[in-house]
Nanobody, 125 residues
Framework: QVQLVESGGGLVQAGASLRLSCTAS?????????????MGWFRQAPGKEREFVAR????????DYGDSVKGRFTISRDNAKNTLYLQMNSLKPEDTAVYYC?????????????WGQGTQVTVSS
């Protein structure tokens, strides 16, 4: 089984920065581990649908971002540490949400099949 644990959330003022981490452990039934997963960050604010934030591929580290965070957030990974990161700069009150990391571990890596428990980020104005 794959476990994902997020950390790094908190309460900050607008304009501040935070770095979220997501540490993976375990392996899939087929034996895959973190360095072969596509990884993503999502967020969900109260009363809103879950929103895509960023993703990073397993092989060459290609990245993609949601329009609302482009230019402010950076996703990265350290395969030696089994850890995914989200550097969040110039935070805005509208970034307030629970942030989740997710892993896409299947052969196609086309859907996220493992999720963390989430970490709260609150940005005050």
């Amino acid at each position: 089984q794959v476990q994902l644990v997020e950390s790094g959330g908190g309460l900050v003022q607008a304009g501040a920065s935070l770095r979220l981490s997501c540490t993976a452990s375990g392996r899939t039934a087929s034996g895959r581990t973190f360095n072969s997963y596509n990884m993503g960050w999502f967020r969900q604010a109260p009363g809103k649908e879950r929103e895509f934030v960023a993703r990073i591929s397993w092989a060459v580290g290609n990245t993609d971002y949601g329009d609302s965070v482009k230019g402010r957030f950076t996703i990265s990974r350290d395969n030696a540490k089994n850890t995914l990161y989200l550097q969040m700069n110039s935070l805005k009150p509208e970034d307030t949400a629970v942030y989740y990391c997710a892993a896409a571990t299947s052969n196609s890596r086309s859907f996220y099949d493992y999720w963390g428990q989430g970490t709260q980020v609150t940005v005050s104005s």
